[in-house]
């Protein structure tokens, strides 16, 4: 057992970046406390039991950054393969590309509209409300695609996502809808894309394998607060609401449940992700996981897919994404000024800021935070805030 320099709750992206840069940069001795059985956070991968088919055990994982020092940070621990993702999309027993793109618009219209042509359609059916300001969700939907379209992919996907009539969610859970008038459908427009060579599983814990770093996992550190707290800095990755003890409140979080199923064919979609944006379908998309790896031949006659259906998280669930209500954003800033005044405790990820955090995003995140805050503390003795 090591006597800590340095106290990380949770292994996830964000955790393990930190425990890798103050261990490999710094030669600090690294506990990381981590509540489930395994490291990784919700980046965890893990060989199906019927199918060894690679499953993201916490929903499809798809990595893509613009930002050169994550990318080059990143390949330190694991390859790339040269995986681009793209979405398809079934409604009305037809299957369109998306994002909504000039393909989507000429298959839908039955039509074979120039990029000038679509754009003016496209236009034209988003008048509809005549400059008036939105004030529902349906109405800037409409604003910004038209009713057909809006109708067609978005306003059951939305319903099945938020369990709310959107007519009764606020205009300003969208500011765009992306509409590109080419037949471009690749989904991601970042610099750099790919899929980890050996999967996330092995990714996660290279970054952990330093002599320096001690991960413990089956250890919840609410049980262990006090022996550390005060007494070590501490980078703490869990939701920031529960290290006060909800005292100003929870804040509210969607939650997704998936349904895995074993399906007797080598190929059940012919494509990693579907959606499923009609009423008919209680799911809101299924991913089928051996199409993430066309290069590795998987040998199994049978496949494995997840449903998706998104609901409001209950206090036992897992938080994936923040409702952000405006209630949420007035707690979230008593929160923000509890955390500033927590003396050697640093608050981050996805969970410690309450945002939802790309991998990118949590790891660029936590590099900034390792040389703006831990450097200069440990390094330099500045105070640690
Ligand atoms: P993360 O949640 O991974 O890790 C936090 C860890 O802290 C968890 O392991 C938790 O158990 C632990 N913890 C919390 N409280 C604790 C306590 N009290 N004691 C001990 N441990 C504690 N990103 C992307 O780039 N491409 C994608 O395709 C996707 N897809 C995607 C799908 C879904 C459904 C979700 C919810 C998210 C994504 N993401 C994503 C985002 C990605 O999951 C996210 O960027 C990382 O998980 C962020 O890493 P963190 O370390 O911040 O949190």
């Known amino acids: 057992d090591l006597a800590p320099d340095l106290v990380v709750v949770g292994a996830g992206f964000f955790g393990l970046t930190i425990a890798e840069r103050c261990a490999a940069e710094l030669d600090l001795k690294v506990l990381v406390l981590e509540r489930r059985e395994h490291l990784g956070g919700n980046a965890w991968s893990e060989a199906d039991p019927d199918t060894g088919i690679e499953v993201h055990k916490y929903g499809a994982h798809l990595f893509h950054t613009s930002n050169a020092k994550v990318w080059e940070y990143v390949n330190r ?6 995986y681009q993702h793209r979405v398809y999309s079934q409604h009305g027993g037809e299957v369109y590309p998306l994002p909504i793109n000039l393909g989507t618009i000429n298959q839908f219209f039955r039509s074979a509209h120039s990029p000038a042509q679509a754009r003016e359609l496209i236009a034209e059916q988003a008048s509809e409300l005549g400059g008036k300001e939105p004030e529902n969700f349906v109405e800037k939907g409409v604003s910004l695609i038209g009713r057909p379209l809006y109708e067609a992919f978005i306003a059951h996907y939305t319903a099945k996502q938020w369990q709310t009539d959107p007519e009764k969610l606020s205009a300003d859970i969208i500011t765009r809808l992306p509409v590109r008038y080419t037949y471009d459908n690749r989904y991601f427009n970042d610099t750099y894309e790919g899929l980890p060579v050996d999967g996330y599983a092995a990714w996660l814990e290279r970054m952990a394998d330093h002599p320096n770093i001690e991960v413990r996992t089956g250890v919840d550190f609410r049980e262990h607060r006090e022996e550390y707290v005060g007494r070590v800095p501490v980078v703490y990755t869990g939701p920031v609401d529960e290290y006060f003890d909800h005292d100003e409140g929870r804040l509210s979080w969607r939650t997704v449940d998936f349904e895995r199923e074993v ?12 959606n499923y944006p009609d009423a008919d379908a209680p799911y809101t998309r299924i991913i089928e996981f051996r199409h993430f790896h066309p290069e590795r031949d998987y040998d199994s006659e049978q496949t494995v897919i997840f449903k998706e259906f998104s609901r409001f998280a209950e206090d036992t669930d897992e938080p994936y994404y923040p409702v952000n209500t405006p209630e949420d954003r007035a707690m979230l800033m008593r929160y923000r000024d509890r955390a500033k005044a927590e003396d050697n405790v640093l608050f981050g990820g996805r969970l410690g800021t309450y945002k939802y955090l790309d991998m990118h995003m949590a790891i660029g995140s936590a590099l900034s935070m390792f040389e703006n805050k831990l450097r200069p503390h440990f390094a330099d003795g500045e105070a640690l805030t």
Do not use: A, E, I
Not at 77 to 82: C, E, H
């Open 77 to 82: 621990f694991t390859d790339f393969t040269g």
């Open 263 to 274: 399906v007797d064919t080598p190929d059940f979609q012919g494509c990693p992700v579907m």
